[in-house]
């Protein structure tokens, strides 16, 4: 079995009035990857879509910071983290291993600011789909990154903060996923 995990910290913290903090842990053996992720700080009552991005060509994705902010709105949005983090891969929702991020079954946190998620996923869907969607790229967890999305509609956003749904996919938080060494 191999361990993986990620400390989740905040981003765009300044502009959301929010610090998220979490941990992803993910479980991968020969039947199942089982991922377990805890998150507090987060927007109360708001759907959070959670990713695992990263780049194809076996380079390491890295989580993105305010450098990351080309446009200086003041915000690090959706499309300006691909570029050091790469494209979502994994939607941590309730189905993963069919790599559908159309869907709105994530995660939707607590009056508090907390949720939990977890999630047993079949190995052999979600290698074969990713195969086949990424052109035969490896699953390979350690040079991937998690980002954990969404604010309130309250929450006045500039013009310039790019994506399809700027509110739901604001990124408030990210972790590098690194293995563990079990020695």
Do not use: W
């Amino acid at each position: 079995m191999s361990r993986f995990e990620a400390i989740i910290t905040p981003l765009n913290e300044d502009k959301t009035g929010f610090t998220p903090k979490g941990k992803a842990n993910f479980e991968l053996n020969e039947q199942h990857l089982k991922v377990s992720i805890e998150m507090t700080g987060v927007p109360a009552k708001v759907l959070h879509h959670q990713d695992i991005h990263g780049l194809v060509n076996d380079r390491l994705a890295e989580p993105a910071s305010m450098i990351q902010d080309a446009n200086q709105d003041g915000f690090v949005d959706y499309v300006e983290i691909e570029h050091i983090s790469g494209q979502p891969l994994i939607p941590l929702d309730e189905a993963p291993q069919r790599l559908d991020f159309t869907t709105d079954s994530y995660p939707v946190a607590n009056e508090k600011g907390n949720y939990d998620y977890y999630k047993e996923i079949g190995i052999d869907e979600l290698v074969r789909n990713f195969k086949k969607a990424y052109d035969n790229a490896k699953l390979d967890l350690a040079k991937r990154v998690i980002y954990i999305y969404g604010v309130t509609d309250n929450l006045t956003l500039p013009k310039t903060v790019q994506g399809n749904d700027p509110h739901a996919m604001l990124p408030i938080a990210c972790g590098q996923i690194m293995a563990i060494d079990e020695g």
